[in-house]
């Protein structure tokens, strides 16, 4: 089984700065089959980036996604105040697929 | 509009069983693949299994295997978790999710409002 590691584990950050959150895998991630989510408290969480590069529907283009192998990064180029929640990527290369812990963008 | 609508909160009693499901509409429910996706209390997220709904092929995590069944019934387009026999650290909240594509290897695009199983004596 593939294992996740995204660091740093919570990240304080204010509005219109920049995020720069790390995934690292275990093993490489086979065909960048590697995708990014957004949850709230309370919600269901959100598709922001698959196949490591690729903007899901309706995401802003102030989220990207970059990468490769075993290292993986989510930016968010000027966070907004709706940007400050968790953020999970997953590898889906190894079916059913594996989670990271996950990142807290908190405001500072 | 593709949704997924999943079954209400439920209460349970260590030892008992449970069937909880998810209802796909707005798209053909037999082309994709849905997950099942744990997250317990303050915790991050575990996808548990997937299905095929067309030919119910299920693929599920190593580490949670046995613990659970995924099963599918395409004639109503919903998928179904099932316990036998729960224990407390069941407890959490279920999502099912679809994925993007057809071969089992995509990211979940479409999610449902969760579940919420507690599992107390």
């Known amino acids: 089984e593939i294992v996740l590691t995204q660091s740093p584990g919570t990240l304080s950050l204010s509005p219109g700065e920049r995020a720069t959150l790390s995934c690292r895998a275990s093993?490489?991630?086979?065909?960048?089959?590697l995708a990014w989510y957004q949850q709230k408290p309370g919600q269901a969480p959100r598709l922001l980036i698959y196949?490591?590069?690729s903007r899901a529907t309706g995401i802003p283009d102030r989220f990207s996604g970059s990468g490769s192998g075993t290292d993986f990064t989510l930016t968010i180029s000027r966070l907004e105040p709706e940007d400050f929640a968790v953020y999970y990527c997953?590898?889906?290369?190894?079916?059913?697929?594996?989670f990271g812990q996950g990142t807290k963008v908190e405001i500072k | 509009e593709v949704h997924l609508v999943q079954s209400g909160a439920e209460v349970k009693k260590p030892g008992e069983s449970l069937k909880i499901s998810c209802k796909g509409s707005?798209?053909?429910?037999?082309?994709?693949?849905i997950g099942w996706v744990r997250q317990m209390p303050g915790k991050g997220l575990e996808c548990m299994a997937i299905?095929?709904?067309?030919?119910?092929?299920?693929r599920h995590s190593p580490s949670l295997q046995g613990q659970v069944t995924i099963s599918a019934d395409k004639s109503i387009s919903t998928a179904y978790l099932q316990w036998s026999s729960l224990k407390a650290s069941d407890t959490a909240m279920y999502y099912c999710?679809?994925?993007?594509?057809?071969?089992?290897?995509?990211?979940?695009?479409?999610w449902g409002q969760g579940t919420m199983v507690t599992v107390s004596s």
């Open positions: 999710a679809r994925q993007r594509g057809s071969y089992g290897d995509d990211a979940f695009d479409i």
């Open positions: 196949g490591a590069s």
């Open positions: 093993q490489s991630v086979s065909a960048s089959y």
């Open positions: 299905i095929h709904p067309g030919d119910s092929d299920p």
């Open positions: 997953q590898q889906y290369g190894s079916s059913p697929g594996t």
């Open positions: 707005g798209y053909s429910f037999t082309s994709y693949w």
